[in-house]
């Protein structure tokens, strides 16, 4: 399968009052076509500087991504971003957010009839549809994010981005937006990019967990193919021997790894366990 996003060798350089800062150093990634990837790393190692050049709200000092064959220089509708935090706009109910976006997209490409269709959809898909009149103080933490998936999956965009949607959101939430988040990618076949700090999510969800370094100057430090089969049941993964193996590798990187390239650069302890906390 060819390759759908390329994020081609970037840095990315920030002016600073001290001077230059070095976030993102030689960041080099292909992505195929319905791939699931996750960003994983400690706080601080640039997964939303990448996710955000990516998106086009940043552009990289060197290197560059290009999508499809073209060149990523500005924010599209073709990458659709969904945050951790749900960002509906307060007056609107869930139809009218998501129509804001398809407005945004399909204007003048459907008729009345298909865009509420299609709005009607989207909702369904993600289980909204009995709360599609609702506004965001009607409805749940849960709810607000699925939502806010509704909209991003409405615009049809090629690569979905996903800032841990999940990170403000309880135990038992976060795993039934799991399942769902899965059982939208097998109906979709969606490109996934997911930046989490959740080692079990990333298991979970993936097809290949990226695992930064350390900043400054992070780069990728080990890509680990997730081959557990699909569908994936949570449940019985737990007793897997090669989802815990994978568990084991990542955590192995992250605590491990990563801190012994803190020790070697004379770090405090207490910052390693800061930052080991910071990691899920």
């Known amino acids: 399968m060819s390759t759908l996003l390329d994020i081609s060798n970037i840095d990315m350089v920030f002016d600073t009052p001290k001077g230059p800062f070095t976030a993102l150093k030689e960041v080099d990634l292909q992505i195929k076509k319905g791939e699931f990837i996750s960003l994983i790393g400690h ?19 060197t290197g560059g991504v290009i999508l499809n064959g073209k060149e990523v220089n500005e924010p599209g509708p073709e990458r659709a971003v969904v945050f ?16 804001l976006a398809v407005n945004q997209v399909f204007k003048n490409k459907m008729s009345a009839a298909e865009m509420k269709d299609w709005i009607e959809e989207n909702l369904s898909l993600v289980h909204m549809d009995h709360a599609m009149h609702k506004r965001p103080d009607e409805i749940s933490g849960g709810m607000k994010q699925r939502v806010g998936i509704a909209r991003a999956l409405a615009m049809q965009p090629e690569v979905l981005l996903m800032d841990e949607p999940f990170g403000a959101l309880d135990a038992l939430t976060r795993a039934h937006m ?14 996934v990019i997911m930046i989490t700090h959740d080692v079990d999510e990333a298991v979970l969800l993936s097809d290949r967990i990226v695992m930064m370094t350390n900043g400054p100057a992070a780069t990728i430090g080990e890509i680990l193919p997730v081959n557990l089969p699909r569908p994936r049941e949570r449940l019985a ?17 992250l605590y491990e790894k990563q801190r012994k ?13 800061d930052q080991a906390t910071d990691v899920a």
């Open 43 to 61: 706080s601080g190692c640039g997964k939303s500087t990448v996710l955000n050049v990516v998106a086009g709200l940043l552009q990289a000092s």
């Open 84 to 99: 951790q935090n749900h960002s509906l706009l307060p007056w609107l109910t869930a139809y009218q957010n998501v129509e």
């Open 178 to 191: 799991q399942d769902s988040l899965m059982e939208i990618q097998e109906k979709l076949n969606n490109t």
């Open 237 to 253: 993964l737990a007793e897997d021997a090669e989802y815990n193996r994978l568990r084991s590798a990542v955590l192995t990187f």
């Open 261 to 273: 390239v803190e020790n070697f650069s004379n770090k405090s302890t207490v910052v390693e366990k």
